[in-house]
């Protein structure tokens, strides 16, 4: 059987989650066409089990749209042939999957002991004011950005790091806050 | 074999025994939670940790397995106080003010009281929350005392195999959730209740007990009543729990290795037995106005005005139709989203698929006294005036074996006609009549359990098991997570077909080229068992022949599937190395049902896959005593056990059994069902008891016509159905929960239901009814219980010999043959020779013949008709259970999305669908499980009626008519007339926000 067809196991009688699980809310579009479906089917030959394709899958999710929704997660069980409260299992265990809608420049600054040391309050005061996002895991009203604190980034010695999305940026200072922001279109 | 010591008593286990299972082998109580029987074991919840001698830290009962000389202490210090530990921590975040309040009300406050835990310190974690299914009429949620057992996350994934609920989120943030979204339709949830039936805190629970409509009852102490599920032929055990005189709840057995369903239901059996309390349950006699008694006759004196108003009986179908969804009063918004509440703003739910009130007027309340005299006039009237053959019975596959030996004794006996059938007859009389002529047999060869745990391949043909037998459904998608591999074919991708290796999608009814064509493959390759073939059959050179020019490819042009789908599925079925076979409807339904279960009975003799132990021949069985109702002579041929009414020794013996002179049955032959229903037959009058053919017959509207015209009806039921209108007497019966009785299940399992509840008003018992009436006609019954009963049956029965309802009171249920009193029952049959004069079974060459009426310019779609999982056959029980109801409240057909394109309808349009015999107004659904030009109609609505349409052409062996195949077309009515309820109905049961 062929993933997409596997759709239908999950409602007996009817059919499958996509043709009418967003009948009337907007309807889902899925991610999984075109070259995301080629790549995809690529992880897949590395791995033993389709399920072992999963947090790979789901940071194609993210990548593709940003965040993780439900319905994405009900694309991946299908496509996976798992359930989906599984993959939501998945999901809500880790932290980097994004549970909600963030801006386009996801902003992680580390906040541990050696960088809090060296000014990162300051660096994440900084940001929240030329971001304009103002608290912690809100997104700015232009949706470009959100800033949030983590543990370690593992570059103590380059107090403080900061990731842009995959971006990574050492030693850095409240000063250098707008400079970096300024690089981003 | 490993003996160790628990708490000093010696104990020896098998080989993998865990120490909790020696442990509970010597009735030593160990306490778990997460543990359950049949669940794997997760060994997470701590509290069955003991400990044992030479082991520094306690180990977990439940996941160490049992060694030799092992010395186990269950309640020792240490393990007492981890215990106790374990429980004050789970309580930490449990409600437990509640315990001291009511006392313990569930397993986990048992074992907190148990152990005398008390709550020493709040964590400051507000109590656990997690997806609520508000609104949802079976199933609710309240998360505040779960302790994360997960064994509802496991009885979902592997004991039903869905999945819909699992643990999210992360240390104390951990909770269950409901699929992705919290709605449980999108999880393909099937409302089954296996959670609610392990959960340990009733954080998962039922919300549509019974007691819903019977609160005063809650009041009263719970007594349990085990019974047998009155829907499909699995025959699952459930334990009814009973207040008072209601059955509030149902309950199902914690674990018997015995039972078909080791406590597994499906939604019908655990949340469908609300229809019988409903208050459309007849409580008196009804006697049609009109029936007057002069000179001690009764005479039928109808007023004209009356009949012209009503006619001389109920109906017509224009009426019965007419009542479309428009008409009927509907909640008009979702149900789901509301909890039932008796009396609310909506009126009370259970009005909505109420009997019309207007069906009643035709009729007036009788006495018991009158109601039997009517009807026992009238049958000795037609007898002696017309004979014995003028008058006919339709026994009931619901109804108990007693009940259906008793009422075929009486019209043998005591009318002298063989005119005795019931709904086998529409089911699986080809399955038998091409049994009986290979083999002669008439029932599965082996169990479901073996099936489940034994076959390597399965192979399923025309069987949406998943929602027609959900229980054995759930079990075949464990066999086939276990390493089975399964076969479907079907012209629908239904579940079943998703996942199995192979699915072979045919056109309808071209079943016999498949199979013909398959064994031509095995016989080209030589992968059948020639030694079998040689040692066990007869006729195999022939069907060699005959099944030479069906090659894969010519079955491909004939029934549309890949030559090399046909190949593959042919050599995985024969290489087994033991293959199962099932089936059901889809095969038996068509005008060459018997060739068609032939030319599959060829295909397991061929392959020598019948009597070995893994290799069974499994018809799967409709309704709870479709088997039983046909093994107690319930059918025109046969006497108990399928003994000829043509043989005159045979006839001596009943004869003599039932006391009467051997002229006074019949040696003929009676007719089937689709005979008596029909013009020209002889029938004048009719007895039926629980059956509903004015909804399951072929092309119905004729079938009206035909009971229009009969002399006299008398109707047996617990509502006053369709059928039940035409009737001159209505008797009030009872339900399977007030009455003792046995009823067969598709393995030849026979099993014992208790009386739990009295009947409702003056209705009575069916057995006492019928027990009545053979007095009245004049054929003494030595009978007063159904034990009574069962002792004669086993007595005139050769493969019931040992079977009495004492022992399946101990037993739980015993597979016939039973050949004596002590007889173990028989599992499996065939070992070693079959039935037959000389032991070996015969195969029979036949012939592709396409169905009667296949799509031409004017009527271009194949219609298919069958069963959907939240309904049963006429619906006149599951359409009265409200948290049924509500999942499937209006008739739908299924419609590929891209025929609807093509149409322009779109999701819960009304459709109007027209074969050459009628038309039918129904909502649609888009569905990508039927193919492009076929449509799947449900039978069990009446405003809708499938078999308005379907052709009523007939097996010429089994007079079966062809319900799943006619030529129909469909043409839009109504844009939107039934999206309002058929899309509501799939939204989201919480709210998006």
Same mark, same amino acid.
């Given at each position: 059987?062929?993933?997409?067809?596997? &759709?239908?196991?999950?409602? *007996? &009688?009817?059919? *499958?989650?996509?043709?009418?699980?967003?009948?009337?809310?907007?309807?889902?579009? *899925?991610?999984?066409?075109?070259?995301?479906?080629?790549?995809?089917?690529?992880?897949?030959?590395?791995?033993?089990?389709?399920?072992?394709?999963?947090? *790979?899958?789901?940071?194609?999710?993210?990548?593709?749209?940003?965040?993780?929704?439900?319905?994405?997660?009900?694309?991946?069980?299908?496509?996976?042939?798992?359930?989906?409260?599984?993959?939501?299992?998945?999901?809500?265990?880790?932290?980097?999957?994004?549970?909600?809608?963030? &801006?386009?420049?996801?902003?992680?600054?580390?906040?541990?002991?050696?960088?809090?040391?060296?000014?990162?309050?300051?660096?994440?005061?900084?940001?929240?004011?030329?971001?304009?996002?103002?608290?912690?895991?809100?997104?700015?009203?232009?949706?470009?950005?959100?800033?949030?604190?983590?543990?370690?980034?593992?570059?103590?010695?380059?107090?403080?790091?900061?990731?842009?999305?995959?971006?990574?940026?050492?030693?850095?200072?409240?000063?250098?806050?707008?400079?970096?922001?300024?690089?981003?279109? | 074999? !490993?003996?160790?010591?628990?708490?000093?008593?010696?104990?020896?286990?098998?080989?993998?025994?865990?120490?909790?299972?020696?442990?509970?082998?010597?009735?030593?109580?160990?306490?778990?939670?997460?543990?359950?029987?049949?669940?794997?074991?997760?060994?997470?919840?701590?509290?069955?940790?003991?400990?044992?001698?030479?082991?520094?830290?306690?180990?977990?009962?439940?996941?160490?397995?049992?060694?030799?000389?092992?010395?186990?202490?269950?309640?020792?210090?240490?393990?007492?106080?981890?215990?106790?530990?374990?429980?004050?921590?789970?309580?930490?975040?449990?409600?437990?003010?509640?315990?001291?309040?009511?006392?313990?009300?569930?397993?986990?406050?048992?074992?907190?009281?148990?152990?005398?835990?008390?709550?020493?310190?709040?964590?400051?974690?507000?109590?656990?929350?997690?997806?609520?299914?508000?609104?949802?009429?079976?199933?609710?949620?309240?998360?505040?005392?779960?302790?994360?057992?997960?064994?509802?996350?496991?009885?979902?994934?592997?004991?039903?195999?869905?999945?819909?609920?699992?643990?999210?989120?992360?240390?104390?943030?951990?909770?269950?959730?409901?699929?992705?979204?919290?709605?449980?339709?999108?999880?393909?949830?099937?409302?089954?209740?296996?959670?609610?039936?392990?959960?340990?805190?009733?954080?998962?629970?039922?919300?549509?007990?019974?007691?819903?409509?019977?609160?005063?009852?809650?009041?009263?102490?719970?007594?349990?009543?085990?019974?047998?599920?009155?829907?499909?032929?699995?025959?699952?055990?459930?334990?009814?729990?009973? +207040?008072?005189?209601?059955?509030?709840?149902?309950?199902?057995?914690?674990?018997?290795?015995?039972?078909?369903?080791?406590?597994?239901?499906?939604?019908?059996?655990?949340?469908?037995?609300?229809?019988?309390?409903?208050?459309?349950?007849?409580?008196?006699?009804?006697?049609?106005?009109?029936?007057?008694?002069?000179?001690?006759?009764?005479?039928?004196?109808?007023?004209?005005?009356?009949?012209?108003?009503?006619?001389?009986?109920?109906?017509?179908?224009?009426?019965?139709?007419?009542?479309?969804?428009?008409?009927?009063?509907?909640?008009?918004?979702?149900?789901?989203?509301?909890?039932?509440?008796?009396?609310?703003?909506?009126?009370?739910?259970?009005? +909505?698929?109420?009997?019309?009130?207007?069906?009643?007027?035709?009729?007036?309340?009788?006495?018991?006294?009158?109601?039997?005299?009517?009807?026992?006039?009238?049958?000795?009237?037609? /007898?002696?005036?017309?004979?014995?053959?003028?008058?006919?019975?339709?026994?009931?596959?619901?109804?108990?074996?007693?009940?259906?030996?008793?009422?075929?004794?009486?019209?043998?006996?005591?009318?002298?006609?063989?005119?005795?059938?019931?709904?086998?007859?529409?089911?699986?009389?080809?399955?038998?009549?091409?049994?009986?002529?290979?083999?002669?047999?008439?029932? !599965?060869?082996?169990?479901?359990?073996?099936?489940?745990?034994?076959?390597?391949?399965?192979?399923?043909?025309?069987?949406?098991?998943?929602?027609?037998?959900?229980?054995?459904?759930?079990?075949?998608?464990?066999?086939?997570?276990?390493?089975?591999?399964?076969?479907?074919?079907?012209?629908?991708?239904?579940?079943?077909?998703?996942?199995?290796?192979?699915?072979?999608?045919?056109?309808?009814?071209?079943?016999?080229?498949?199979?013909?064509?398959?064994?031509?493959?095995?016989?080209?390759?030589?992968?059948?068992?020639?030694?079998? %073939?040689?040692?066990?059959?007869?006729?195999?050179?022939?069907?060699?022949?005959?099944?030479?020019?069906?090659?894969?490819?010519?079955?491909?042009?004939?029934?549309?599937?890949?030559?090399?789908?046909? +190949?593959?599925?042919?050599?995985?079925?024969?290489?087994?190395?033991?293959?199962?076979?099932?089936?059901?409807?889809?095969?038996?339904?068509?005008?060459?049902?018997?060739?068609?279960?032939?030319?599959?009975?060829?295909?397991?003799?061929?392959?020598?896959?019948?009597? /070995?132990?893994?290799?069974?021949?499994?018809?799967?069985?409709?309704?709870?005593?479709?088997?039983?109702?046909?093994?107690?002579?319930? %059918?025109?041929?046969?006497?108990?056990?399928?003994?000829?009414?043509?043989?005159?020794?045979?006839?001596?013996?009943?004869?003599?059994?039932?006391?009467?002179?051997?002229?006074?049955?019949?040696?003929?032959?009676?007719?089937?069902?689709?005979? %008596?229903?029909?013009?020209?037959?002889?029938?004048?009058?009719?007895?039926?008891?629980?059956?509903?053919?004015?909804?399951?017959?072929?092309?119905?509207?004729?079938?009206?016509?035909?009971?229009?015209?009969?002399?006299?009806?008398?109707?047996?039921?617990?509502?006053?159905?369709?059928?039940?209108?035409?009737?001159?007497?209505?008797?009030?019966?009872?339900?399977?929960?007030?009455?003792?009785?046995?009823?067969?299940?598709?393995?030849? +399992?026979?099993?014992?239901?208790?009386?739990?509840?009295?009947?409702?008003?003056?209705?009575?018992?069916?057995?006492?009814?019928?027990?009545?009436?053979?007095?009245?006609?004049?054929?003494?019954?030595?009978?007063?219980?159904?034990?009574?009963?069962?002792?004669?049956?086993?007595?005139?029965?050769?493969?019931?010999?040992?079977?009495?309802?004492?022992?399946?009171?101990?037993?739980?249920?015993?597979?016939?043959?039973?050949?004596?009193?002590?007889?173990?029952?028989?599992?499996?049959?065939? !070992?070693?020779?079959?039935?037959?004069?000389?032991?070996?079974?015969?195969?029979?060459?036949?012939?592709?013949?396409?169905?009667?009426?296949?799509?031409?310019?004017?009527?271009?779609?194949?219609?298919?008709?069958?069963?959907?999982?939240?309904?049963?056959?006429?619906?006149?029980?599951?359409?009265?259970?409200?948290?049924?109801?509500?999942?499937?409240?209006?008739?739908?057909?299924?419609?590929?999305? !891209?025929?609807?394109?093509?149409?322009?309808?779109?999701?819960?349009?009304?459709?109007?669908?027209?074969?050459?015999?009628?038309?039918?107004?129904?909502?649609?659904?888009?569905?990508?499980?039927?193919?492009?030009?076929?449509?799947?109609?449900?039978?069990?609505?009446?405003?809708?009626?499938?078999?308005?349409?379907?052709?009523?052409?007939?097996?010429?062996?089994?007079?079966?008519?062809?319900?799943?195949?006619?030529?129909?077309?469909?043409?839009?009515?109504?844009?939107?007339?039934?999206?309002?309820?058929?899309?509501?109905?799939?939204?989201?049961?919480?709210?998006?926000?």
């Amino acid at each position: 059987m062929t993933p997409a067809e596997i &759709g239908a196991t999950h409602a *007996p &009688g009817h059919a *499958p989650h996509g043709d009418r699980a967003h009948a009337h809310a907007e309807e889902y579009q *899925p991610v999984f066409t075109g070259a995301a479906r080629a790549e995809l089917d690529a992880l897949l030959t590395r791995y033993p089990t389709r399920m072992a394709a999963l947090l *790979p899958a789901l940071w194609i999710v993210q990548r593709e749209r940003g965040w993780v929704s439900e319905g994405a997660m009900t694309e991946v069980a299908h496509v996976l042939e798992l359930t989906p409260a599984y993959v939501k299992g998945v999901v809500t265990f880790y932290t980097m999957y994004h549970q909600h809608p963030v &801006g386009r420049y996801f902003v992680q600054v580390c906040t541990t002991s050696p960088c809090g040391a060296c000014g990162a309050e300051d660096v994440v005061r900084a940001f929240l004011e030329h971001t304009g996002t103002r608290e912690l895991g809100v997104t700015s009203p232009d949706g470009k950005f959100t800033v949030i604190e983590v543990e370690c980034l593992g570059a103590c010695g380059f107090a403080t790091p900061v990731m842009v999305n995959d971006e990574f940026h050492e030693s850095v200072t409240a000063d250098r806050v707008q400079d970096i922001l300024s690089k981003l279109e | 074999m !490993a003996t160790l010591t628990v708490n000093g008593t010696d104990v020896t286990v098998r080989d993998g025994a865990t120490i909790l299972d020696a442990a509970r082998q010597i009735g030593i109580d160990v306490p778990t939670l997460c543990w359950y029987p049949t669940l794997p074991i997760v060994g997470n919840c701590r509290v069955c940790l003991v400990s044992v001698e030479g082991s520094a830290k306690l180990l977990p009962a439940c996941a160490t397995t049992a060694a030799d000389g092992m010395k186990v202490t269950t309640e020792s210090y240490a393990a007492v106080e981890n215990r106790r530990g374990v429980l004050g921590m789970l309580l930490e975040r449990y409600p437990a003010e509640r315990i001291d309040e009511r006392g313990a009300q569930n397993e986990f406050e048992r074992m907190v009281k148990r152990y005398g835990v008390s709550v020493e310190n709040r964590s400051g974690l507000p109590l656990r929350a997690g997806d609520d299914r508000a609104g949802d009429p079976m199933i609710q949620h309240d998360m505040s005392t779960c302790i994360l057992c997960t064994r509802c996350v496991r009885a979902c994934a592997d004991i039903q195999v869905v999945g819909v609920l699992d643990v999210a989120y992360r240390g104390d943030h951990a909770e269950i959730i409901v699929g992705a979204d919290g709605n449980p339709e999108h999880a393909g949830c099937t409302w089954c209740g296996e959670c609610v039936r392990v959960c340990p805190t009733g954080a998962i629970h039922d919300v549509l007990p019974l007691a819903k409509f019977a609160r005063d009852a809650m009041q009263k102490p719970a007594t349990s009543v085990r019974s047998v599920c009155p829907y499909c032929g699995v025959g699952c055990q459930l334990d009814l729990e009973v +207040r008072g005189t209601d059955v509030v709840r149902v309950n199902s057995p914690w674990i018997e290795e015995a039972t078909p369903n080791m406590g597994s239901t499906c939604v019908k059996g655990r949340f469908g037995t609300d229809f019988v309390l409903h208050r459309d349950r007849l409580t008196t006699p009804l006697i049609r106005k009109g029936w007057v008694k002069r000179d001690g006759r009764w005479r039928y004196e109808g007023d004209p005005a009356d009949v012209k108003r009503w006619g001389r009986r109920g109906g017509p179908w224009r009426d019965i139709e007419g009542e479309s969804n428009t008409q009927k009063s509907r909640p008009r918004i979702n149900p789901l989203r509301r909890l039932p509440t008796v009396g609310g703003p909506l009126g009370d739910p259970r009005d +909505r698929v109420a009997t019309p009130a207007d069906w009643y007027e035709p009729f007036r309340e009788g006495t018991w006294e009158e109601a039997m005299e009517i009807v026992a006039q009238e049958l000795t009237r037609l /007898r002696d005036s017309h004979g014995s053959d003028s008058l006919a019975v339709f026994c009931s596959a619901k109804c108990s074996n007693e009940e259906n030996y008793v009422l075929q004794r009486l019209f043998r006996a005591g009318i002298g006609t063989n005119n005795v059938d019931h709904c086998t007859r529409l089911c699986h009389s080809s399955s038998v009549s091409a049994m009986q002529r290979a083999m002669n047999t008439s029932a !599965a060869s082996g169990s479901m359990r073996e099936v489940e745990c034994e076959s390597d391949v399965i192979f399923l043909l025309g069987a949406n098991t998943t929602e027609s037998h959900p229980v054995f459904g759930a079990a075949l998608k464990r066999a086939q997570r276990r390493g089975a591999k399964l076969i479907v074919a079907d012209p629908r991708r239904i579940e079943l077909a998703q996942r199995a290796d192979i699915h072979l999608q045919m056109l309808p009814g071209t079943d016999v080229a498949l199979l013909n064509a398959m064994l031509h493959h095995v016989i080209h390759l030589g992968l059948h068992d020639q030694a079998f %073939i040689r040692e066990r059959t007869h006729g195999f050179d022939e069907v060699a022949r005959a099944v030479e020019p069906y090659t894969p490819e010519r079955a491909e042009t004939i029934s549309g599937i890949p030559a090399h789908l046909i +190949r593959r599925a042919a050599e995985l079925y024969a290489r087994g190395p033991r293959s199962s076979t099932l089936w059901a409807m889809g095969l038996t339904q068509h005008r060459t049902g018997t060739d068609i279960v032939a030319s599959l009975l060829n295909l397991i003799l061929a392959t020598g896959m019948i009597g /070995r132990w893994g290799a069974a021949m499994l018809p799967i069985r409709g309704q709870n005593n479709v088997q039983g109702a046909s093994d107690v002579g319930a %059918i025109p041929m046969v006497y108990t056990d399928y003994q000829p009414v043509t043989d005159p020794s045979i006839r001596h013996r009943f004869a003599q059994a039932w006391g009467v002179p051997d002229e006074r049955l019949s040696l003929t032959p009676g007719l089937k069902v689709t005979q %008596i229903v029909t013009k020209g037959s002889p029938v004048r009058g009719m007895y039926i008891m629980g059956e509903n053919p004015i909804i399951s017959d072929p092309d119905v509207a004729h079938a009206e016509e035909w009971f229009l015209g009969l002399e006299f009806l008398a109707v047996h039921d617990l509502f006053l159905t369709e059928t039940a209108r035409y009737a001159d007497v209505v008797l009030p019966g009872a339900s399977f929960a007030e009455k003792d009785g046995t009823y067969v299940n598709t393995e030849r +399992r026979v099993q014992l239901a208790r009386k739990a509840i009295p009947a409702p008003g003056a209705a009575r018992g069916d057995l006492e009814i019928l027990l009545e009436l053979s007095n009245r006609i004049g054929l003494p019954t030595p009978f007063s219980t159904a034990a009574d009963v069962m002792e004669e049956i086993a007595s005139v029965t050769p493969s019931w010999r040992g079977i009495t309802h004492a022992r399946l009171q101990e037993t739980g249920g015993l597979q016939y043959p039973v050949e004596h009193a002590t007889h173990p029952g028989t599992a499996f049959l065939f !070992a070693d020779r079959f039935p037959t004069a000389d032991g070996k079974a015969t195969l029979v060459p036949v012939e592709f013949l396409p169905p009667a009426e296949l799509p031409d310019e004017e009527f271009p779609f194949w219609m298919n008709t069958g069963r959907q999982l939240y309904h049963w056959h006429t619906g006149t029980m599951t359409r009265r259970s409200q948290g049924l109801d509500s999942r499937e409240p209006v008739p739908t057909v299924e419609l590929s999305p !891209a025929d609807a394109a093509e149409m322009g309808v779109r999701d819960g349009d009304a459709v109007r669908i027209t074969s050459r015999r009628n038309s039918i107004e129904i909502a649609v659904r888009l569905s990508p499980r039927v193919a492009r030009h076929q449509v799947f109609v449900p039978m069990h609505y009446r405003e809708a009626a499938a078999n308005l349409l379907t052709n009523p052409a007939l097996d010429p062996y089994a007079h079966i008519p062809e319900f799943k195949v006619c030529a129909v077309r469909i043409e839009p009515v109504a844009p939107g007339r039934h999206r309002a309820l058929s899309v509501e109905r799939i939204e989201p049961l919480v709210p998006a926000d």
